[in-house]
């Protein structure tokens, strides 16, 4: 089956414990996408990958990494997450191309006390 | 700078009935728009697109307007049913091809 899996789906965490959310897709995109999703503020880009070792910021990176070494794996890294990073993130993958559908995880819900 | 705004958070609407959900865009170079929905506990799930050299376009019981000279588009779902309950966002790919999303209207579709 066609997929963006995501893990953990849940996760409760404190205040500068470093932590990783993995991204994988099984249909062989170029591009894929972290975004977060936070009441009123619609879903909001934190960083993108055109490509295999291609990344570039999105419109909220601030507190964020991102490494694509291979082209199905796109783990979102929180170095030192604080409070104002709880949200739900969704990763998502599609072709190369401006009009190709994008395609979404499951999402993960994120709370750092 | 919203560039995709949806006004309205949340719509309820009776069963059966028409369900009209409105997304406004400032920058006028977007050509291509598209609606997502979501469900709770689930990621977002492509709806239906519009070219902007269309005013319209329908897919069963959705169907999508656009009226360009008012940056205004519109998602109507005919005749509405419970399981239409969702978050449902409007988005368009800016020149670079990144996904721009309103800030979603979740409707409600009640019994």
């Known amino acids: 089956e066609a997929q963006v899996t995501q893990n953990p789906r849940y996760l409760i965490t404190v205040t500068g414990k470093k932590l990783t959310v993995t991204c994988s897709q099984n249909m062989n995109h170029e591009y894929m996408s972290w975004y977060r999703q936070d009441p009123g503020l619609g879903l909001r880009q934190i960083y993108y990958s055109m490509n295999v070792e291609v990344t570039d910021k999105g419109d909220v990176p601030e507190g964020y990494k991102v490494s694509r070494k291979e082209k199905r794996n796109f783990p979102l890294i929180l170095e030192s997450p604080s409070p104002n990073q709880t949200s739900l993130y969704f990763c998502a993958s599609k072709l190369a191309g401006v009009y190709n559908e994008q395609f979404f995880g499951p999402g993960t819900r994120l709370t750092v006390l | 700078d919203q560039q995709v705004k949806q006004n309205s958070p949340s719509l309820s609407v009776q069963e059966g009935r028409i369900s009209i959900l409105n997304c406004d865009y400032t920058?006028?170079?977007?050509?291509?728009f598209l609606w997502y929905k979501k469900y709770p506990a689930e990621g977002p799930t492509f709806l239906i697109s519009i070219s902007s050299i269309k005013d319209k376009n329908e897919d069963g019981r959705f169907t999508v307007f656009l009226n360009k000279s008012a940056k205004h588009l519109s998602l109507h779902i005919v005749p509405s049913q419970p399981g239409d309950s969702a978050v449902y966002f409007c988005a368009a790919p800016n020149q670079g091809g990144k996904l721009i999303f309103g800030q979603g209207t979740e409707l409600s579709v009640k019994p």
């Open positions: 920058n006028s170079m977007f050509d291509y």
